[in-house]
Structures are given as C-alpha cells and as structure tokens.
T-cell receptor, first 112, second 111 residues
Framework: DGGITQSPKYLFRKEGQNVTLSCEQN?????MYWYRQDPGQGLRLIYY???????QKGDIAEGYSVSREKKESFPLTVTSAQKNPTAFYLC???????????FGPGTRLTVL | GQNIDQPTEMTATEGAIVQINCTYQ??????LFWYQQHAGEAPTFLSY????GLEEKGRFSSFLSRSKGYSYLLLKELQMKDSASYLC????????????FGSGTQLTVLP
C-alpha cells in the first residue's frame, strides 16, 4: 500500500538532547513538508522540500533542521535550540497541479 | 502572508446539518482545502475548491467565494463519528504551493 510512515508514534527526550523524527513515503511525491501542531491549534509549517537535495524554511524553522538525500525520506531533527519542542509533529507529501497533501500518522514528542 | 479565521468550537445534534465557516485574508490565493482531523490522528482530505461555487461529495459539501474571501463546509446527516476538528487551509500561489492552515473548528456531535 502507498502511504507515509512516521516513527515512532510517541517519543520522549530529555531537555538539551537533539532528536530526529523519521518520515518515509512511497507515493513517489516530489514535495514533502513538516508541520508542528500544538493543542487546539492549526498546523504550522516548519520546513518543506520540493525536490531531492533542496529544502526551504517555513514559518517556524528556528531550532529545527532537515535533510532530503532521497526522494522517499525527509527526516526532521529537533535541536536543543528549539525552546519549546513538545508538540505533535506531522509529515506530509504532495504532488500534481492540486498538490493535495497526504499526511503521515504523526509523532508526539515530549521533552522532559 | 495569510490570515485564516474559523470558529473555535461548534456543537450539533446527530442527524442534523452543520455549516463551518472559514474566512481568509491573503496576499494571493490558489485554492482552498478542508481537512478532517480526529484527536491524536493525522488530518485527512475532505474537499478542494479553487473556483467559486459548491463542490458536493456525499454528506459533505464545500463552498467558495473568492471575492468575499469566504468558504464553508457543510456536513449533512451528522453522525457521531463526525466529531472531529475541521481545518481550513489556503494554498499560496507559486512553485512551492504551500498550505496555510486555520486553527481548526472542533465539532462535537451529540446524540
């Protein structure tokens, strides 16, 4: 089945540690996105990538980093510079004229 | 930039009809999406409008007026499983075609 996978579903880290969230898609989509969602809030764009080896900052990129070495993969690193990293992180991919975005199941990160 | 407004919460009764409004102020517009999101889960696509008018898909319909910067999602014959957050998202023009999301409307369907 085609889709987007994110792992793990729940992640706990100590303050000051970097952590990498994985996102893999087998939809053959060119574009991939990372969003952050806080309780009762909409989605805010962290980073996006339109093609391999290229990515751009979204609205809230500070404290995050990404890579796009393969079309299928777009991992997100939450660094110790991110002041409030506890949140629900969603990865998405999209393609085509409409660019409807398909979402992965999300990773809930809790920093203790 | 984009500014998107939706009501925070709505309540309706099973079997009824509910309309969720979305207004937007944007520097550009290239389409509007509605997504459904159950608690703790990923958003799932419901509808897409790029031209003025009504798009119908089963129990769900979505309307767009570009001149008014206004859209609504209409849910008919409400079911308990429709209790969820409904997100309005506007697509920006340009090659990246990013989506900007509203904060979502939490709909509670009561028996």
């Amino acid at each position: 089945d085609g889709g987007i996978t994110q792992s793990p579903k729940y992640l706990f880290r100590k303050e000051g540690q970097n952590v990498t969230l994985s996102c893999e898609q087998n939809l053959n989509h060119d574009a991939m996105y990372w969003y952050r969602q806080d309780p009762g809030q909409g989605l805010r764009l962290i980073y996006y990538s339109q093609i391999v080896n290229d990515f751009q900052k979204g609205d809230i990129a500070e404290g995050y980093s990404v890579s796009r070495e393969k079309k299928e993969s777009f991992p997100l690193t939450v660094t110790s510079a991110q002041k409030n990293p506890t949140a629900f992180y969603l990865c998405a991919s999209g393609q085509g004229a409409r660019n409807e975005q398909f979402f992965g199941p999300g990773t809930r990160l809790t920093v203790l | 930039g984009q500014n998107i407004d939706q009501p925070t919460e709505m309540t309706a009764t099973e079997g009824a009809i509910v309309q969720i409004n979305c207004t937007y102020q944007t520097s550009g517009f290239n389409g509007l999406f509605w997504y459904q999101q159950h608690a703790g889960e990923a958003p799932t696509f419901l509808s897409y409008n790029v031209l003025d008018g009504l798009e119908e898909k089963g129990r769900f319909s979505s309307f767009l007026s570009r001149s008014k910067g206004y859209s609504y999602l209409l849910l008919k014959e409400l079911q308990m499983k429709d209790s969820a957050s409904y997100l309005c998202a506007v697509r920006e023009p340009g090659s990246a075609r990013q989506l900007t999301f509203g904060s979502g409307t939490q709909l509670t369907v009561l028996p």
